[in-house]
C-alpha cells in the first residue's frame, strides 16, 4: 500500500512538472515535488533508483531555471513510468 501511495505521488510530480513548463503553475509546487523527491531518495539511500530520485530532484531544481523542453520530456517520462510501475 505504501508503495502505491508513493508511486502516486510519483505520478503527481511528473503532472507537476509537466504543467509547469506549460506555465499552469508556478514554481513553488514543484519546489515542494523536488523536496519530496530528496527526502524519499535520502530515506531509501542505497537503492539505484532512489538515486535516481535524487537526480531527478537536481533536474527539476535546473528545468525550474531553464524550462528546457527535453529535460522536461526526460523527467516527465521517468516519474511517469515509475509511478505507473510501482502500481502493479
Given at each position: 500500500?505504501?508503495?502505491?501511495?508513493?508511486?502516486?505521488?510519483?505520478?503527481?510530480?511528473?503532472?507537476?512538472?509537466?504543467?509547469?513548463?506549460f506555465n499552469v503553475i508556478?514554481?513553488?509546487?514543484?519546489?515542494?515535488?523536488?523536496?519530496?523527491?530528496?527526502?524519499?531518495?535520502?530515506?531509501?539511500?542505497?537503492?539505484?533508483?532512489?538515486?535516481?530520485?535524487?537526480?531527478?530532484?537536481?533536474?527539476?531544481?535546473?528545468?525550474?531555471?531553464?524550462?528546457?523542453?527535453?529535460?522536461?520530456?526526460?523527467?516527465?517520462?521517468y516519474l511517469l513510468g515509475?509511478?505507473?510501475?510501482?502500481?502493479?
Amino acid at each position: 500500500m505504501f508503495v502505491k501511495v508513493m508511486g502516486l505521488l510519483d505520478i503527481v510530480c511528473a503532472f507537476l512538472v509537466a504543467l509547469f513548463y506549460f506555465n499552469v503553475i508556478s514554481s513553488h509546487p514543484l519546489i515542494v515535488a523536488m523536496i519530496y523527491l530528496f527526502i524519499k531518495c535520502v530515506v531509501f539511500f542505497g537503492d539505484f533508483l532512489s538515486i535516481l530520485d535524487g537526480v531527478v530532484a537536481v533536474l527539476i531544481l535546473i528545468d525550474i531555471f531553464t524550462q528546457s523542453g527535453f529535460l522536461t520530456y526526460i523527467l516527465v517520462m521517468y516519474l511517469l513510468g515509475k509511478g505507473v510501475v510501482s502500481m502493479f
